[in-house]
């Protein structure tokens, strides 16, 4: 399902907004003209530029980094994730186990939505409820195992689970708290494609006005339950040409550059009033195989699939050269990867490395497959999404000719790409994935699940079409573990049935590069968010 959205929100959201709820202040902004009018120039703003737009104002309706990163400037969570992932409170001030099969959370009191409601229990349940039972909801695997919403008091909410969840806490840290009356009285009367072009939250900044395909613009709000931010104003720009947005930092268009084009980084470093900051990834870039389907649409001569044989996809992986993708192509900022998350993640299996580049072996694993002649497939790919996205794609097709396999890359936006790789239309398809809270279930429950419309659980699985019980059965057995190296056990089991059975093939794991200019301070994430109630400005 695709929702439309609205290219400039501010005016149609304020006369939406004031119609539905009696005056109060619209969520998608104030009626007030563009991001550059006299509310402000540079002095209270910060310019970021993430390589890309947000895709919605839904936190429900993507699971995408780049839109998340921005929404959490405006919602927030009942939990949240430190700089270095470990867990904190948030609008929960804390939380217990009560028994096996229950969780009671304490509400922070005091919390007020931007449009002045109180947030209590009630928005709450209406905001789990929704995550879990909306149809299109990327976020229901996070809350699939809650049964019923109790409200014990105003400021106490207990979740019922219909199995043990031990990491539930953990989940909610993706799952963003809505005004349920505000939203109640929106959807009646515009329906649900209003909450994709508008947001109202508790977080530290409020919404603007979003201009599709230009920027989000968003300023503090004064009423936040937190310390108050620094920087007043925040422009996220949707600029998604390398090229350009290079030249717009080093222009001094822009104030904090994520995804530094690799190319560019000696470059920015020897321009006086610009840094570079850089880390070590949690994000994955990997290949996934559709595993599962007879006849599948990126491949011309299905059926058969030659990507359902196992030999066939070790043969693929043991003819990637990684370590020349590494230096050639990222220029060395990037880590080869052995498996579906690095070392620090709970769940990482430190007895699997990455596989050696051996041609031979490949080859002969073609002919074993009975592929001595090859094939063709399409290989899928964005092209404005990760650090060299389709320059990657080339490179593995070129690989992949060595052992015929002769591959047509189709790089696109990604505001085409991912919607057709959620469709099940790939078969062959380069992406990333992560997992922000420092915890490896979400490989499991997201990308490695049986697809299961009704949780959501592989619900990232829908080109890839991987199935496999005993995974299932270890991940879902984690997930009920509360001993914490029993837990970690089962995930490094599962990891090894993962990479023994291969649906997705690693390729590296992403330096995290940013850009920054001398106006600020600012620290990086390892969850790659950009908050603003991080950012300070130069003394």
Same mark, same amino acid.
């Given at each position: ?10 005016r ?10 009696g005056?109060?202040l ?17 002095a ?8 890309s ?14 839109? =998340? ?11 949240? $994730? ?20 229950a ?13 002045g ?7 709450v ?13 990327r976020?229901?695997?996070?809350v ?7 409200? $014990?008091?105003p ?22 708290? =809505?005004?349920?009356?505000?939203c109640?009285?929106?959807?009646a ?19 603007v ?16 339950w937190?310390p108050?931010?620094?920087v007043?104003?925040?422009?996220y720009?949707?600029i ?6 290079i030249?717009n ?7 904090l ?5 690799v ?12 840094k ?21 649409p ?14 066939v996809?070790?043969?693929i992986y ?20 052995g498996?579906l ?31 001595e002649?090859?094939?063709d $497939? ?25 052992i ?12 085409r ?30 990308? =490695?699940?049986?697809?299961?419309p ?14 496999n019980a005993e995974l ?6 984690a ?61």
């Amino acid at each position: 399902m695709r929702l439309p959205v609205k290219a400039t929100v501010s005016r149609w959201s304020r006369r939406a907004f004031l119609a539905v709820a009696g005056g109060a202040l619209a969520c998608g902004g104030d009626g007030s003209g563009p991001a550059d009018s006299p509310r402000g120039g540079l002095a209270d703003l910060v310019r970021i530029s993430q390589g890309s737009d947000v895709l919605t104002l839904d936190p429900y309706f993507k699971n995408e980094s780049p839109t =998340l990163g921005v929404l959490i400037n405006i919602f927030d969570p009942l939990t949240d $994730v430190s700089p270095d992932l470990k867990i904190i409170p948030a609008l929960a001030e804390a939380w217990e186990p009560v028994g096996s099969t229950a969780w009671e959370f304490r509400l922070r009191p005091g919390v007020r939505f931007h449009n002045g409601s109180t947030f209590d229990a009630e928005d709450v349940r209406y905001t789990i409820l929704r995550a879990r039972d909306w149809p299109p909801s990327r976020q229901k695997a996070e809350v699939a195992t809650i049964g019923e919403v109790r409200i $014990v008091d105003p400021l106490t909410v207990r979740f019922e689970t219909t199995q043990p969840d031990a990491i539930l806490p953990t989940k909610l840290i993706s799952i963003y708290m =809505l005004d349920k009356e505000t939203c109640e009285a929106a959807v009646a009367r515009h329906g649900e494609a209003w909450l994709s072009a508008n947001a109202v939250g508790t977080g530290p900044y409020r919404l603007v006005e979003w201009r599709k395909d230009e920027h989000v613009l968003l300023e503090a709000f004064e009423g936040y339950w937190g310390p108050a931010p620094e920087v007043k104003r925040l422009r996220y720009l949707a600029i998604s040409n390398d090229a350009t947005r290079i030249a717009n930092f080093l222009a001094g268009g822009v104030d904090l550059l994520s995804h530094v084009p690799v190319q560019d980084v000696a470059r920015v470093e020897a321009t006086p009033g610009f840094k570079v900051l850089r880390q070590p990834s949690l994000r994955l870039i990997y290949l996934g195989l559709d595993v599962g389907r007879d006849r599948s649409p990126g491949l011309p001569g299905s059926p058969p699939n030659p990507l359902k044989d196992p030999r066939v996809r070790r043969a693929i992986y043991a003819a990637i050269d990684e370590d020349l993708i590494v230096e050639k192509i990222m220029n060395g900022f990037a880590v080869p990867a052995g498996q579906l998350f690095p070392e620090g993640v709970v769940g990482y299996e430190p007895a699997i490395g990455r596989e050696p580049f051996d041609l031979e072996k490949a080859r002969r694993l073609m002919r074993e497959a009975g592929h001595e002649r090859g094939f063709d $497939v399409r290989l899928d790919a964005p092209n404005d999404r990760y650090v060299n996205d389709e320059e990657i794609a080339q490179a593995v097709a070129q690989m992949l000719a060595k052992i015929g396999i002769r591959v047509r890359v189709n790089a696109q936006p990604k505001a085409r790409f991912f919607p057709d790789e959620e469709a099940g239309e790939f078969s062959f398809f380069l992406i990333g994935w992560t997992n922000p809270n420092g915890d490896g279930y979400g490989t499991f429950d997201h990308l =490695l699940h049986t697809l299961d419309p009704a949780t959501n659980l592989g619900g990232a699985n829908t080109s890839t079409h991987y199935t496999n019980a005993e995974l299932d059965r270890l991940a879902e057995a984690a997930s009920a573990e509360f001993d914490a190296g029993r837990r970690e056990a089962l995930l490094r089991q599962a990891v090894r049935i993962a990479m023994a059975d291969l649906p997705h093939i690693p390729l590296h794991y992403q330096m995290d590069v940013y850009a920054v200019s001398d106006r600020i301070r600012w620290s990086p994430r390892r969850d790659t968010q950009l908050r603003g109630i991080d950012i300070g400005w130069a003394r």
